[in-house]
T-cell receptor
Framework: DSGVTQTPKHLITATGQRVTLRCSPR?????VYWYQQSLDQGLQFLIQ???????AKGNILERFSAQQFPDLHSELNLSSLELGDSALYFC?????????????FGPGTRLTVT | AQSVTQLGSHVSVSEGALVLLRCNYS??????LFWYVQYPNQGLQLLLK??????LVKGINGFEAEFKKSETSFHLTKPSAHMSDAAEYFC???????????FGGGTRLMVKP
């Protein structure tokens, strides 16, 4: 158990809908990362937050947004969902936002868009 | 821009045999390198990492990796495979501008009895 929690575990929704994925980092970790894992794209970095502020952006679609709240939990919002958004979404956390610090991964949320 | 290439999407070894999973990276700055393992229906777990210092890095579960700058490689090895090592392994790199990880495509390790 990494100490990072993600809810829900599974999510099934229809095209065009909007969903919110939730992540609670390890106690004491200030930085949160979101990654998407799909069969065709592999594991891709989406976005990073540090202490409530957006720190870095990767291959995140405009239909996707995220935020980190004062209690440090983070939410990833996916809207106007398409079939291709079906994937495993991981949250990770680290104590510090800079390189070299280990990222602890949550168990993921499996999103299925039908 | 960084990139990671893992040679061999599937590797099969016999129990007790040497495990060698290959990883080559591309980075314009000195890289930080990681190996993660993913068991079915689970998140990623860090096996080991290289940041600075000794180029031979030891990790959990008997795995180790050697950073070779001249070959831009960070191959993962384990002297003797165990059935419980069957999983998917990911090599990743981050640069010193931030901590986002760039992952390779993954290698699925199968261990035959």
């Amino acid at each position: 158990d990494s100490g990072v929690t993600q809810t829900p575990k599974h999510l099934i929704t229809a095209t065009g809908q909007r969903v919110t994925l939730r992540c609670s980092p390890r106690s004491g970790d200030l930085s949160v990362y979101w990654y998407q894992q799909s069969l065709d794209q592999g594991l891709q970095f989406l976005i990073q937050y540090y202490n409530g502020e957006e720190r870095a952006k990767g291959n995140i679609l405009e239909r996707f947004s995220a935020q980190q709240f004062p209690d440090l939990h983070s939410e990833l919002n996916l809207s106007s969902l398409e079939l291709g958004d079906s994937a495993l979404y991981f949250c990770a956390s680290s104590v510090h936002p800079t390189s070299g610090y280990e990222q602890y991964f949550g168990p993921g949320t499996r999103l299925t868009v039908t | 821009a960084q990139s990671v290439t893992q040679l061999g999407s599937h590797v099969s070894v016999s129990e007790g045999a040497l495990v060698l999973l290959r990883c080559n990276y591309s980075s314009s700055v000195p890289p930080y390198l990681f190996w993660y393992v993913q068991y079915p229906n689970q998140g990623l777990q860090l096996l080991l990492k290289y940041t600075t210092g000794a180029t031979l890095v030891k990790g959990i579960n008997g795995f180790e990796a050697e950073f070779k700058k001249s070959e831009t490689s960070f191959h993962l090895t384990k002297p003797s495979a165990h059935m419980s090592d069957a999983a998917e392994y990911f090599c990743a790199v981050s640069d010193n501008a931030g901590n986002m990880l760039t992952f390779g495509g993954g290698t699925r390790l199968m261990v035959k009895p």
